[in-house]
């Protein structure tokens, strides 16, 4: 009888801590997953961004679009893309790690970078330039703050684009 008691008993708290570890380790990889894509929508609004300032010096240096309305598609799709990083940082904050969202809120809120005195292709080479150098401060933060997440090394490659 004890020892059917024994038996019982220690199966049920084995179910129950293996429910208990993997449940933990749902919630785990869906924190890594939701991290992975604040971290690659705030890099891919950035982009956008950069692409704004590039059609503007092609067009300012009179290089010729091969296809036509490309410029203008450039140019709608990167219009939006400060609204869409604020509207990420907004929304998504809680999943970036605090460097990342100081680094964002300099980004989106500081315009020292910018000078009275610059003309338009300054302008926008100073912005491309801020722009860079933030996709590449987020690229190192978002390898350090994702490596830290218990992840397949694999999954962790794919969404950092490391080789």
């Not at 609004?45 to 300012?60: F, G, N, Q, W």
Request: aromatic share 10%; with cysteine.
């Amino acid at each position: 009888m004890t020892t059917m008691l024994t038996i019982i008993s220690t199966a049920f708290l084995s179910s129950y801590l293996t429910a208990l570890f993997a449940a933990k380790r749902y919630r785990d990889e869906r924190l890594w997953d939701r991290k992975a894509t604040a971290y690659s929508s705030v890099v891919n609004a950035l982009r956008k961004s950069i692409r704004y300032a590039e059609c503007y010096l092609d067009e300012t240096r009179g290089h010729l679009i091969d296809e036509v309305g490309h410029s203008e598609q450039k140019l709608n799709e990167a219009q939006t893309a400060r609204e869409e990083v604020e509207n990420i940082f907004d929304i998504q904050f809680i999943f970036l790690c605090e460097e990342a969202r100081e680094k964002l809120e300099y980004f989106l809120y500081n315009d020292s970078h910018l000078h009275g005195d610059f003309g338009g292709e300054e302008l926008a080479e100073a912005d491309i330039e801020k722009h860079e150098k933030l996709i590449r401060e987020l690229m190192t933060i978002t390898k350090s703050d994702l490596s830290m997440m218990p992840i397949s090394l694999k999954k962790l490659k794919h969404y950092v684009g490391i080789k």
